[in-house]
């Protein structure tokens, strides 16, 4: 222990402590023998919940035994009286306080009490907070003790008990700011006390402001702790959640044939579960399935897969012209709809092109998107609020210049504030936050992977702002690119509509040296059939390498492969070049440049 002096032993007396282990250690395997034979014939008698009881005091971890204990109390419901077995459960309850005197933190022990106060008629629930209580003011982080109490709290418990508990966790927290379980305890009350759903975190707007001066209070009293900085994050999220939209939806035909279809949702889903959609050319709902990329089973894009032989359009459809034969979308839950989206037809200027292609986009798709996707902070408060909170930061930064948790929240309200200024700030915004994140890899090095990725992040916002996107080419060459946007949120507009994306001159990007996941995204890119991407073909020198590297892109046309160096000529190996047209089946044309 920490501060006590060492003090040297014998060898006799060392000796002896062995002895004395190995008596006890001893004693413990014979009495879990016991318990296990005795369990294996089904003799759940006092005797087992005696021995069962001596371990359990002394080590409460072990879920066998609490699993045991349940099993002899299920079978003597079946012969003792209702009030026999609430008995039993009162000194069960009294047997985990002894218990938990071991070890307050013990899983087993705080789990089978919940199923003891489950089980009882009348629960002690207001003794039970007290032990709370007691048991916080010895370890107020005893993160095992807050779940029970919530737990304890929302399932049993009476009265104005949300108002209790949201006191309680203030209670704590003025005694100690620096306290994760009580904050988080204040996410799971304060939408009870204080609700509204329409608004940010779904708590009123004056409870808002005040938690905010709550936690500013604590993140000036100390900057370095992170448990006020989480909290304070969590006030600045987006908050409510809404129902999911048709933000793009693409249609490929061939001869009146479906090349392929997919959509775009606003948030992840899971398809043909609770909501479905619905493909339709005039009236005719297209007879088929959806289905998420990959392995995935909730995505925010859905691929569609029709049940007719090669996707035939109906017959009876055939005589129609094009400009009868309308295309949309339909988003459903249940038998209700609840989005529609016009497809258009659109020219292709790919080459290799060889069908018709209708996109659907709706208008305010882009802003959707973004505020959906997660990541920075405040997408759903107004401006004035956030430029009060990177205004705090800047006065905390001038007392704590190298606070990384003040600098790292500064970055995601300015990437957010930058994506709301059309003005000359914009610039500004950005190149702040360069800054804050060149000073964030210096002062926390073992962090510095993720901030060059967060980095990677600004650079491909400012890239998807700027002449780098024309129509529907990307052009996210040369950017120093660590990471692409996760495929578990909605990606953004320039993404899923391109046709052709540039990706080399990015050594992080480039295969096979590329993170396996981070070309995650490009699965779900719903237009995708010319990709230019960087390697390394001193490397590139097996198929083994290729899998979890880059996923499969069944639309892919054109597959450019940029060297990283400056070797002249360069030879792809024939097993490499089968195992890219297995990824890329639809492949007309692979080369290094």
Not at 376 to 397: P, V
Not at 557 to 579: F, G, K, M, R, W
């Amino acid at each position: 222990m920490h501060g006590r002096v060492k003090v040297k032993t014998s060898a006799q007396e060392q000796e002896e402590k062995r002895k004395e282990r190995e008596r006890k250690l001893n004693i413990y395997r014979t009495s879990y023998d016991t318990v296990c034979e005795k369990r294996k014939l089904g003799e759940y008698d006092e005797d087992l919940l005696r021995v069962t009881e001596q371990l359990l005091c002394g080590n409460p971890d072990v879920s066998t035994l609490w699993n045991v204990r349940r099993e002899a109390f299920n079978v003597a419901r079946e012969t003792k009286t209702p009030e026999e077995c609430e008995d039993m459960l009162k000194g069960e309850l009294r047997l985990i306080e002894a218990a938990l005197r071991s070890n307050p933190k013990s899983y087993g022990a705080w789990h089978h009490r919940m199923w003891v106060m489950e089980s009882m008629k009348t629960p002690p629930v207001s003794q039970d907070l007290m032990l709370c209580g007691k048991l916080l003011s010895m370890d107020a982080r005893n993160f095992h003790c807050w779940d029970y109490r919530r737990w304890l709290s929302i399932n049993l418990a009476s009265g104005n008990k949300n108002k209790v508990e949201l006191d309680f966790s203030f209670d704590k927290l003025a005694e100690n700011f620096s306290n994760y379980s009580a904050w988080h305890y204040r996410t799971i009350f304060l939408p009870a006390v204080h609700p509204d759903e329409s608004a940010p975190c779904s708590i009123t707007p004056e409870q808002h402001k005040k938690e905010l001066e709550l936690v500013q209070n604590a993140v000036f009293t100390d900057p370095a702790d992170q448990s006020a900085w989480f909290y304070l994050w969590w006030l600045l999220r987006k908050g409510n959640q809404s129902k999911p939209k048709l933000v793009v939806g693409v249609l490929q035909c061939k001869e009146r044939r479906i090349v392929s279809a997919s959509l775009a949702l606003s948030k992840a889903e899971k398809p043909n579960g609770d909501l479905s959609a619905e493909l339709r050319i005039r009236d005719n709902v297209v007879q088929g399935h959806w289905e998420c990329p990959g392995s995935l089973k909730h995505s925010h894009v859905w691929v569609f897969v029709p049940h007719v032989e090669e996707g035939n359009i109906s017959p009876e459809l055939d005589s129609m012209t094009e400009e009868e034969l309308d295309r949309s979308i339909i988003l459903k839950e249940g038998d209700k709809v609840m989005d529609v989206l016009q497809l258009v037809r659109r020219e292709s200027l790919e080459e290799g092109h060889d069908f018709e292609e209708w996109v659907g986009q709706r208008e305010d798709a882009v802003e959707l998107s973004w505020l959906e996707s997660g990541g920075n902070l405040g997408k759903g408060l107004s401006t004035s609020l956030l430029e009060d909170q990177l205004e705090l930061c800047r006065l905390l930064l001038d007392l704590e210049p190298d606070s990384k948790w003040t600098l790292l929240t500064s970055v995601q309200l300015l990437r957010t504030l930058k994506k709301r200024d059309w003005g000359p700030n914009k610039d500004l915004y950005h190149t702040k936050m360069i800054e804050y994140l060149l000073k964030l890899k210096k002062i926390d090095p073992l962090r510095s992977g993720f901030y060059s990725d967060l980095y990677s992040d600004c650079v491909l916002d400012a890239a998807l702002d700027s002449e780098r996107v024309k129509s529907s080419f990307l052009d996210l060459s040369s950017l120093s690119l660590t990471t692409l946007p996760s495929p578990t949120v909605p990606l953004p507009i320039p993404f899923l509509l391109a046709t052709k994306i540039d990706l080399s001159g990015n050594p992080c990007l480039s295969l096979p040296s590329v993170r396996p996941g981070t070309l995650a995204c490009l699965a779900h890119l719903l237009r995708l059939t010319h990709l230019r991407i960087g390697a390394d073909f001193s490397k590139l020198v097996s198929s083994n390498s290729l899998p979890g590297i880059i996923p499969r892109l069944p639309r892919l046309l054109n597959l450019e492969l940029i060297p990283n160096t400056t070797e002249s000529a360069v030879l792809i190996p024939q097993d490499i070049l089968t195992a890219l047209k297995e990824l890329f089946p639809a492949l007309q044309q692979i080369k290094p440049v």
